[in-house]
Every structure is written in C-alpha cells, then in structure tokens.
C-alpha cells in the first residue's frame, strides 16, 4: 500500500479490497464488524483462515480464484516453491490482499 496516502484513503481502500475478496472467495464473513483501525491485519488474520480451509480442501478452487482475481502466477509458484507449507497461506494472504488494494488505488484514481 502506498505511504503517502491518509488513513482514511487507506481505511477505505481495504474496505474495497476486502469487498472483491469476499466476492471472489465467496466467503461473506470477511467484512463482517471490520474495524477502522487495523482493518487490514484483521483482514489478513480472516482470510489465512478462508486459505487454509481451500489449501486443506479445494486447492484446485483457490488455483482457480487466483487466476480470477489477477494474481502474479509467478508470485504464487515462488509462495509454493520457496517457502514451508506452514507459511503458504500467511504469504498467499499478503499477495492477495496487496493486489486487490493495488487494484482499488488504480479504480480510486481513474474515477474522477
């Protein structure tokens, strides 16, 4: 996430990202009670659960749901190739949640 940007612009970007990534895994519970404050490690903790639950049950879904929300393969092949199983979803959560933030500065700048 961009530094420069305020707390408010930043609060309100991961209320965006949270949003396409709760449509994306199909998952509602995400931006249930999401605080102002720390928004974005709660969104973390949350979706390493929604993670773990398809790395665990239908890795073929999550494989499928990344493709869709337009994250780097070659990030997710480095995840899988180059770190512990253990690490995989805590890592996959930072790719997607930076991606989808990314994605909502780029919609939040070409609005106007």
């Known amino acids: ?7 408010e612009l930043s609060s309100e970007l991961v209320h965006s990202a949270t949003e396409r990534i709760s449509l994306a895994f199909d998952v509602d519970h995400l931006a249930d009670d999401l605080p102002q404050v720390d928004s974005r490690n709660v ?16 890795p073929e879904r999550l494989m499928a749901i990344l493709y869709r929300i337009d994250v780097s393969e070659e990030a997710v092949n480095r995840i ?10 805590d890592a996959l959560a930072e790719l997607i949640i930076n991606r989808q933030i990314q994605k909502a500065e780029t919609r939040q700048r070409y609005r106007s």
């Not at 961009?2 to 707390?7: A, K, M, N």
């Open 80 to 89: 899988f190739s180059t770190l512990l199983p253990p690490d995989v979803p």
């Open 43 to 58: 969104l973390h903790e949350r979706l390493v659960r929604v993670l773990i639950e398809l790395l665990t049950n239908q």
């Open 1 to 7: 996430m961009s530094s420069e940007l305020s707390p």
